[in-house]
């Protein structure tokens, strides 16, 4: 089992930046792959960024692409999410989620960030 707690969000302006961090104790973070998902109100969550185990592989959500980076540092059990350019339709509240299986539901979540972006 993991553990994790995501930090770095906040209030920030239309054009501004923020990086999300998730740091995750428990069992290895190396086997798990990662997710930053995000849930705004009155919308479904959807996940905005994945990273495999080795940090090569990533996907993004194309309502982010080229704004957003995803990021792991497997020696410091922490996952990234490098936010720029935000616009005000980013605001939600951000969560990391890990899973060992290749496909399939994320199975750990943390509690999430709330961010918010003001035009």
């Known amino acids: 089992q993991v553990q994790l707690v995501e930090a770095g969000g906040g209030l920030v302006q239309a054009g501004g930046s923020l990086r999300l961090s998730c740091a995750a104790s428990?069992?290895?973070?190396?086997?798990?792959?990662m997710g930053w998902f995000r849930q705004a109100p009155g919308k479904e969550r959807e996940l905005v960024a994945a990273i495999g185990l080795s940090g090569s592989n990533t996907y993004y959500v194309d309502s982010v692409k080229g704004r957003f980076t995803i990021s792991r540092d497997n020696a410091k059990n922490t996952v990234y999410l490098q936010m720029n350019n935000l616009k005000p339709e980013d605001t939600a509240v951000y969560y990391c989620a890990a899973r060992t299986a290749v496909v399939g539901e994320y199975k750990y979540w943390g509690q999430g960030t709330q961010v918010t972006v003001s035009s």
């Open positions: 428990g069992r290895t973070f190396s086997a798990y792959r």
